[in-house]
T-cell receptor
Framework: GAVVSQHPSRVICKSGTSVKIECRSLDFQATTMFWYRQFPKQSLMLMATSNEGSKATYEQGVEKDKFLINHASLTLSTLTVTSAHPEDSSFYIC?????????????FGSGTRLTVV | GNSVTQMEGPVTLSEEAFLTINCTYTATGYPSLFWYVQYPGEGLQLLLKATKADDKGSNKGFEATYRKETTSFHLEKGSVQVSDSAVYFCALTHNSGGSNYKLTFGKGTLLTVNP
């Protein structure tokens, strides 16, 4: 089946630095990539939606200059958390919707646990 | 707008017990409905889905039927196992107003199955 590889799975960074999270669709073309943030014991909060080759669409309340999303190809999307602060610590998950909207539907990455110290 | 309401739990059952997690939705038209499962520290995995009214999704002993008349998609399993312990999310997608088919999730239900 469809697989989305998300890296890193865990990252610890110092306050003020930037962190890049990658999601790759391994055996299908992801026309749309969704980025979520999940707080402990809570549901997923959609941060932004990106389509290959175009600018991401951010949800209300999400700072686009802080959470930079790039979807340069049909198999790779990245989320960069810039000037990270402790309040950015969270679990980030990507999800890819495949090109034809086939039975694969939406495939999720395994998530990235970001801790900012 | 679209919304999903699911039983929040937590739900604690003994092994081999019957499971029901309720899910109702609000959406215009005919959304597609999903159940996802999340094991600790991991991303989400698709458990089952249904794309039109009266469809039944099933997988690994879990079932859910798309009921348009009651706008529901309740998850059931006849006999749960310890390995079913996880968080379960009900979700829908609908390309209304150019929403890009983004998923709308319920709040999740933590299921713990004891031996």
């Amino acid at each position: 089946g469809a697989v989305v590889s998300q890296h890193p799975s865990r990252v610890i960074c110092k306050s003020g630095t930037s962190v890049k999270i990658e999601c790759r669709s391994l055996d299908f073309q992801a026309t749309t990539m969704f980025w979520y943030r999940q707080f402990p014991k809570q549901s997923l909060m959609l941060m932004a939606t990106s389509n290959e080759g175009s600018k991401a669409t951010y949800e209300q309340g999400v700072e686009k200059d802080k959470f930079l999303i790039n979807h340069a190809s049909l198999t790779l999307s990245t989320l960069t958390v810039t000037s990270a602060h402790p309040e950015d610590s969270s679990f980030y998950i990507c999800s890819a919707r495949d090109r034809e909207g086939s039975s694969y539907g939406y495939t999720f990455g395994s998530g990235t646990r970001l801790t900012v110290v | 707008g679209n919304s999903v309401t699911q039983m929040e739990g937590p739900v604690t059952l003994s092994e081999e017990a019957f499971l029901t997690i309720n899910c109702t939705y609000t959406a215009t038209g005919y959304p597609s409905l999903f159940w996802y499962v999340q094991y600790p520290g991991e991303g989400l995995q698709l458990l089952l889905k249904a794309t039109k009214a009266d469809d039944k999704g099933s997988n690994k002993g879990f079932e859910a039927t798309y009921r348009k008349e009651t706008t529901s998609f309740h998850l059931e399993k006849g006999s749960v196992q310890v390995s079913d312990s996880a968080v379960y999310f009900c979700a829908l997608t609908h390309n209304s107003g150019g929403s890009n088919y983004k998923l709308t999730f319920g709040k999740g239900t933590l299921l713990t199955v004891n031996p």
